[in-house]
């Protein structure tokens, strides 16, 4: 399967603890973007980054929340200090250029007790 | 600022019947995206309209781009169960990645 692969697919951290979220874009595609969606409602855009580059954090909280891509291995999206408010479905998408045409995984979807 | 306006938000018709649903924006878009989202998955790729205008059929789906690359519809004949879902629209052009997907229209198709 070549396309976006997220992991893990469910995820369930008390308060305080910390979430890891992976995503390996599709074959060929450089760049990878995370968004954030509670139940019933859109996408919200959290974070764009290339290879080694974040281009525009601009949607992602600025405490507890980071993001990285590195030239090897998986993007990952790191939340610290998990508090309930974070409980919903994290998707990373990823496209071959900034064309708009993005391809989603299948989500993470990230429970705080 | 919600920059894409779609509309209806919930819709839940009778198998066989026909719905139109819209995405409506201020800005002008170098080309639009339709997702369509089943529950516990994530938002896949339908079409990309890109010409003013520009009209695109995908079986019984029927997408059409606004003239002014402003909007789009999504027109659907004789729905199925199988059409139920969260239909995304999302438009690309310059800072594409910023411009949030709209809240989408779930649509729910009762056999």
């Known amino acids: 399967n070549a396309g976006v692969m997220q992991n893990p697919r469910h995820l369930v951290r008390r308060r305080g603890q910390e979430a890891r979220l992976r995503c390996s874009p599709m074959k060929g595609h450089s760049h990878v973007y995370w968004y954030r969606q509670l139940p019933e409602e859109g996408l919200k855009f959290m974070v764009y980054?290339?290879?080694?580059?974040?281009?525009?954090e601009s949607g992602m909280p600025k405490e507890r929340f980071s993001a990285e891509f590195p030239k090897e291995g998986p993007s990952i999206l790191r939340i610290q200090q998990v508090v309930r408010g974070d409980s919903a479905a994290y998707f990373c998408?990823?496209?071959?250029?900034?064309?708009?045409?993005?391809?989603f995984g299948e989500g993470s979807r990230l429970t705080v007790l | 600022t919600q920059l894409l306006e779609q509309s209806p938000q919930f819709l839940s018709i009778q198998e066989g019947e026909n719905l139109t649903v819209y995405c409506n924006s201020s800005s002008v878009f170098s080309s639009l995206q339709w997702y369509r989202q089943e529950p516990g998955e994530g938002p896949v790729l339908l079409v990309t309209v890109v010409t003013g205008g520009e009209v695109k059929k995908l079986k019984r789906l029927t997408f059409q781009f606004g003239d002014a690359r402003k909007d789009s519809s999504l027109h659907i004949t004789a729905a199925q169960p199988g059409d139920t879902g969260l239909y995304l629209c999302f438009g690309a052009g310059g800072s594409n990645y910023k411009l949030t997907f709209g809240k989408g229209t779930l649509l729910t198709v009762n056999p």
């Open positions: 998408a990823s496209s071959g250029q900034n064309t708009g045409e993005l391809f």
């Open positions: 980054l290339q290879k080694e580059n974040i281009i525009d």
